[in-house]
Nanobody
Framework: QVQLIESGGGLVQSGGSLRLSCAAS????????MAWFRQAPGKGREFVAA???????EYTDSVKGRFTIGRDNVKNTVYLQMNSLKPDDTAAYYC??????WGQGTQVTVSS
C-alpha cells in the first residue's frame, strides 16, 4: 500500500522560507509523477507544482520564481522549497502522485 507522508510545515513571517518534504513508501518512487497541491481555508484545492520522472517541472503562475520542486529517487522523497512566502501562501499543502494517492497534508501559515 502506498503511503505519502508530508512534513516541514509551520508558521513563518512574510518573506520567510520553508521546505516541505513528502516521503513515499510502498512502491517504486522513480516511476511516478509527483506533485504538490494546496488548500486555503474556504477555497478549493489548487495545483502548486509537479515533477515528472525525467526531471521536468511545472508551477502555477503565482509561485513561479519563489518555489522549487525537487525529488530524490534514492530517498523516495519529493521536496518543495518555498521562498519569499506571502500571506496568500497560507494553506494546507498536500503531496500526491499520478496514481491518485494523497498525503495527510501539512499546514503552512504565513503571517504579515
Amino acid at each position: 500500500q502506498v503511503q505519502l507522508i508530508e512534513s516541514g510545515g509551520g508558521l513563518v513571517q512574510s518573506g520567510g522560507s520553508l521546505r516541505l518534504s513528502c516521503a513515499a513508501s510502498g512502491r517504486t518512487f522513480s516511476d511516478y509523477v509527483m506533485a504538490w497541491f494546496r488548500q486555503a481555508p474556504g477555497k478549493g484545492r489548487e495545483f502548486v507544482a509537479a515533477t515528472w520522472t525525467n526531471g521536468t517541472t511545472e508551477y502555477t503562475d503565482s509561485v513561479k520564481g519563489r518555489f522549487t520542486i525537487g525529488r530524490d529517487n534514492v530517498k523516495n522523497t519529493v521536496y518543495l522549497q518555498m521562498n519569499s512566502l506571502k500571506p496568500d501562501d497560507t494553506a494546507a499543502y498536500y503531496c500526491t502522485d499520478n496514481r491518485g494517492n494523497w498525503g495527510q497534508g501539512t499546514q503552512v501559515t504565513v503571517s504579515s
